[in-house]
């Protein structure tokens, strides 16, 4: 039984259902408390035999992952996130009973999930679970901060319900999530693998270059897709183990919606909030690693001085300074970037910090950043129609923002590529390149081999 007292979960339901005035209304109620440490992994996949889905986030580099079972509450519009998801997120808020002293960043009343790349875009079968823009209240949650784990439950309570009886329901849950688990070994292998019309995605990248060369953009960013048959159904838990491993300087996630797992090992955060101080980044050009050190030295330095990938990388950060600018205050940004190394990859980096004006949310950032210059080209509107036109995919969620927010205040989301979806014994990956002036097309094809290589890895390519 979690360490929430059996007196105190019936008292909190029990005193609330009395609030409630009708049938059809529901009262929220957000119960946070500190546990003792469990695998965020192991209670991620013990929720595989209850029939809910999952969601799982992870940032490494701080330590810090949320594991989130279940649906209590949903954020749901069409197409991009704008101050309609903001209202819809603080009516949730206003109405809520929050039980939390913690006040621990991802604890408590945390909304998880995304958006689609382009709504305009016309939508396939391959992305009929994902929305347009969906967000999840989970059920039960846990939090790992630093080390420390939070457990939070998240119950909607319905008139006429009996106290005893949910807390019973929320107790049968626990037994289940807070088992003592073992990840399945992760030996799936791909039987077929399938590029999606490699050739014809060779011809739109030299197509982009004619319209780059006559002036009607400065960049256009294509991806392509190939597609996985495996020789059994994915275990989503063990692929985000083997993420976690192999991926250290990432954003691990997987968004569930029935038998179908959107998960990825992304490097690039769009925008962070803590409080009212904002973090975004800029992650754009791109180089394999060396095979030795005295190798990756020398990439990383050509990297520096690569003019395609320099002016690639500055056009995200101009992109940023300009979209945050009405927003925010206090913007600082470095004026050279460093080499920031993943295992498979090295990427030109620069972060960029503000503070947030007034009352505006991190959906106001989103919708000023997405897509950045590094996913949809630039200028924005005239690469999005050449994408819409010309790229032979669907991206749904791919290469959209993906990330949580929380009732304390802050978020994170990242911007989901190196990913891809996972459907039982079947799976898309996705990767994309910039086209700019003078790119050559085999040349982009080798450099999105390299980045289908963090997901190709954990499905036993």
């Known amino acids: 039984m979690i360490e929430i007292l059996e007196e105190q979960l019936e008292k909190i339901i029990d005193e609330a259902i009395p609030n409630i005035n009708s049938a059809d209304d529901t009262q929220l109620i957000s119960i946070t408390k500190p546990v003792k440490n469990i695998n965020p992994l192991h209670f991620f996949h013990a929720a595989s035999s209850t029939g809910k889905d999952r969601v799982f986030w992870s940032s490494t580099q701080e330590d810090f992952f949320i594991a989130g079972i279940g649906n ?11 101050q309609e998801v903001e209202k819809k997120w603080r009516a949730i808020l206003d109405k809520a009973i929050i039980y939390n002293d913690n006040k621990v960043p991802g604890a408590g009343i945390v909304a998880l999930g995304g958006i689609s790349f382009d709504p305009k875009k016309e939508r396939t079968p391959l992305w009929e679970n994902f929305n347009d823009s969906e967000f999840t209240v989970p059920e039960f949650l846990l939090t790992q901060n630093n080390g420390a784990n939070y457990y939070t439950v998240n119950i909607l309570v319905r008139k006429g319900d009996i106290a005893e009886q949910v807390a019973n329901e929320i107790r049968g849950m626990e037994e289940i999530l807070f088992s003592d688990t073992t990840l399945p070994a992760t030996d799936v292998a791909i039987l ?9 995605w060779k011809e739109s990248v030299e197509l982009a270059t004619r319209e780059i060369d006559k002036g009607k953009a400065s960049k256009i960013v294509l991806a392509r897709e190939i597609r996985l048959k495996l020789n059994k159904s994915v275990n989503i838990a063990s692929v985000l183990e083997k993420l976690l491993h192999t991926q250290p300087n990432s954003y691990i996630f997987a968004f569930e919606k029935g038998k179908d797992c959107f998960v ?4 690039e955060r769009l925008v962070r909030l803590d409080k009212r101080k904002l973090l975004s980044t800029c992650l754009a050009g791109t180089a394999p690693r060396g095979k030795n050190k005295e190798e990756d030295r020398e990439i990383s330095k050509s990297l520096l001085h690569d003019e395609k990938n320099r002016q690639e990388h500055e056009f995200v950060v101009q992109m940023i300074k300009q979209a945050i600018s009405h927003y925010c205050k206090d913007i600082n940004i470095p004026e050279k ?16 910090t503000a503070t947030l004006l007034g009352d505006y949310s991190i959906f106001d950032i989103i919708e000023q950043l997405h897509p950045t210059p590094a996913l949809g080209g630039t200028p924005r509107e005239e690469s999005l129609a050449f994408i819409r036109e010309n790229e032979l995919l669907d991206r749904g969620w791919y290469g959209a923002p993906v990330g949580w927010l929380d009732s304390n205040g802050s978020g994170e ?3 989901a590529i190196r990913s891809g979806l996972i459907q039982d014994d079947e799976a898309s990956l996705f990767a994309g390149c ?12 080798e450099e999105t081999n390299i980045k289908f290589l963090p997901m190709l890895s954990v499905l036993g390519g």
């Open 337 to 352: 970037p460093v080499i920031y190394p993943l295992k498979n990859l090295q990427h030109l980096y620069t972060p960029v």
């Open 434 to 445: 910039g086209v700019v002036k003078n790119s050559d097309p085999e040349k982009e094809y």
């Open 264 to 267: 990825g090992a992304t490097p």
């Open 192 to 200: 077929n693998r399938y590029e999606v019309a490699p050739e014809k």
């Open 72 to 82: 209590t509450a949903q954020l749901r519009v069409e197409g991009l996130p704008s």
């Open 413 to 415: 989301f990242a911007v």
